[in-house]
């Protein structure tokens, strides 16, 4: 579908995957999402969304359905380091 697109980032070619994508629930939990169709920069890793797939996401976050798994992950921050 974008196979001729280029890579805005370093010029390299897309091609399609499924990735795992991390974002922030409007409760600003981390939430991880397997298996998203996604463009994805053969050089640079860049990934690109449809805008449906990006509403998916977005619906899931809002109502997400009950997880496959519950990861527990340790959270740092630079500045305090
Ligand atoms: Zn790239």
Redesign the pocket.
């Known amino acids: 579908m974008m196979s001729d697109y280029r890579?805005s980032?370093?010029g390299?070619r897309y091609e399609n995957r499924r990735v795992t994508v991390e974002l922030y629930n409007p409760q600003d939990e981390l939430i991880v999402v397997k298996n998203v169709p996604a463009e994805v920069?053969v050089?640079?890793g860049?990934e690109l969304f449809t805008a449906e797939i990006t509403h998916q996401l977005l619906e899931l976050s809002k109502t997400p359905p009950l997880p496959i798994a519950t990861l527990q992950v340790p959270v740092y921050d630079l500045a305090a380091a």
């Open positions: 890579c980032v370093c390299g920069c050089q640079c860049d």
